[in-house]
């Protein structure tokens, strides 16, 4: 009977110990990854991670997802034994992008219940030279003369100078070149456009060529945007403004 109840006791015992052992995930360094303060963007960021079953059962790696696009990653190994570790590599293509930056890459396992977890990618980017990324115009009328300004940052330590300005769909660049942009320091240059005769939307491209050493900062690129209007919407032209937003 004893014996009987030894057994029974350790059978329950090992039931007990099957049902609670499970995968657990753990990202070694925590769950977000800073490049810091990035200056060179001329490629894409790089970087990896180790990820670890930290559990008492074996962790299989279902996927790994980047939020978007300009991300990508690679892992070594999707099933790991208690104590194992695999290698989670990944890249973001920065683009046109500045400032803060946010990307993410969700991991999806087998361990319960804490199937999801998420790696933050973050950096701040620093262009030496940068340029308003979208401006808007308005109002445009069919027409009408509409101007704005498009900021230019030089974060260098050095001047820069603007050479040349090239607009498409009658963008122009009222201020004749070249323009100094001292260090550390921004201007705001004038641009100007007339209203197509067709109304809706409008669409134009400035590009800004640089003296800049460094080639990624030597052609800068504006995109400009407005809502074109008919000239019978347009108010006399003593009341009408002539700012523009940026943004």
């Known amino acids: 009977m004893k014996a009987f109840a030894y057994s029974l006791t350790a059978s329950l015992l090992l039931w007990t110990t099957a049902l609670s052992a499970q995968p657990k ?34 962790l299989v790696i279902y996927s790994t997802r980047p939020a978007c696009g300009c991300t990508s990653d690679a ?57 308003d990324q979208f401006v808007s115009l308005y109002p445009m009328y069919v027409g009408r003369e509409v101007s704005g300004t498009v900021k230019v940052r030089n974060n260098s330590s050095a001047p820069v100078k603007l050479l040349e300005f090239t607009g498409n769909n009658g963008l122009t660049v009222p201020k004749k070149p070249p323009v100094t942009v001292p260090a550390h320091s921004e201007i705001d240059l004038p641009i100007k456009a007339v209203g197509p005769q067709q109304p809706g939307s409008f669409y134009g491209q400035l590009l800004i060529k640089t003296d800049s050493q460094d080639p990624q900062y030597k052609l800068l690129e504006v995109r400009i945007y407005a809502e074109n209007k008919p000239a019978s919407e347009a108010p006399s032209p003593a009341m009408l403004p002539s700012a523009g937003i940026n943004k």
């Open 25 to 58: 995930l753990e990202i070694i360094g925590g769950d977000t990854y800073d490049w810091g303060t990035i200056s060179d963007v001329s490629k894409p960021l790089t970087g990896q991670v180790e990820l670890k079953n930290v559990g008492d059962k074996e």
């Open 75 to 131: 892992l070594d190994q999707t099933n790991l034994k208690p104590g194992e570790t695999t290698r989670l590599r990944f890249s973001v293509n920065v683009g046109s992008a500045s400032g803060q930056i946010i990307k993410s890459i969700t991991v999806t396992t087998n361990a319960q219940p804490d199937s999801i977890k998420v790696l933050f990618l973050k950096a701040n980017i620093l262009r030496l030279v940068q340029a």
